[in-house]
């Protein structure tokens, strides 16, 4: 073999370990923003789990309970996302205010719409109102009444990552103002309209979101986001990456 040729297969092989080296960074960089956050959320239900059940019949939506068009799993709390055969399921308990559910979707967005878009994984989102408790105000119910009014267009999937793309502050409520929430929905083809807006200003769905606020408080969770994987809890898997959770997929798949 020529000088030449040995060192064009050398650069090859160091430029393939760059890449690798990258990736390996990159997912190792995805679970401490995941992890790191997490563990924020946690710890600030539990310094003020006394506050939630104190407030817990205070301010709440009354009248029927309306779940969004769609809606399944028990008591109608889940809104799905993908194909209803789909081999894999990902349950996802989420805040609109929660920041450790926004570091959660910013790294795990592309990769769940992949699948779902490819018939492989399909999502059953849960809508919880934890910072609610925590911080005070009425952002995350209402951001959550909001989504399942995008969920009655059709609309879901666009707004809920829309709404977390624009996530305030965790300190600061401002999807607490319908006025937020439906100039955000202008960012969705089809969304702004008369219908949308009086589901939201109405709060159509918000006792709907208070029954899955309760179901979440009872349910024995740690904290947002809770991410189960056909039963599993891969949120708590520090070695959990983008490319895992798509490798555990399609093998489910292939089975």
Not at 9 to 14: D, L, P, S, V, Y
Not at 41 to 57: E, F, Y
Not at 111 to 127: A, P
Not at 136 to 161: L, V
């Amino acid at each position: 073999m020529s000088e030449k040729n040995r060192e064009g297969k050398r650069t090859a092989r160091e430029r393939l370990a760059e890449e690798r080296a990258k990736q390996k960074t990159a997912d190792k960089r995805r679970r401490v923003l995941i992890v790191g956050t997490s563990v924020v959320c946690v710890l600030g239900l539990a310094a003020v789990i006394g506050v939630i059940a104190a407030n817990s019949g205070k301010d709440k939506a009354s009248g029927p309970v309306v779940a969004p068009s769609g809606a399944n799993g028990q008591d109608s709390l889940a809104v799905p996302v993908g194909k209803e055969g789909a081999k894999s399921t990902l349950v996802v308990w989420e805040d609109f205010r929660c920041p450790a559910c926004k570091a959660f979707e910013a790294a795990y967005r592309p990769t769940i719409h992949e699948l779902t878009g490819s018939g492989k994984l399909k999502v059953e989102y849960h809508l919880a109102t934890i910072i609610d408790g925590n911080m005070g105000g009425t952002g995350s119910r209402n951001a959550a009444n909001a989504a399942a009014c995008a969920q009655d267009a059709g609309k879901f999937p666009a707004y809920h990552d829309v709404l977390y793309e624009n996530q305030p502050e965790e300190t600061s409520d401002d999807y607490a103002e319908n006025g937020k929430l439906l100039e955000l929905a202008k960012k969705v083809d089809g969304l702004d309209t008369p219908a949308f807006r009086t589901c939201v200003e109405k709060g159509t769905h918000t006792t709907w979101v208070d029954k899955s606020a309760a179901a979440f408080r009872n349910g024995g969770f740690s904290g947002t986001p809770t991410v189960l994987l056909d039963g599993k809890n891969i949120y708590q898997d520090r070695t959990m990456t983008p490319t895992k959770l798509k490798q555990q997929v399609e093998a489910a798949n292939k089975g």
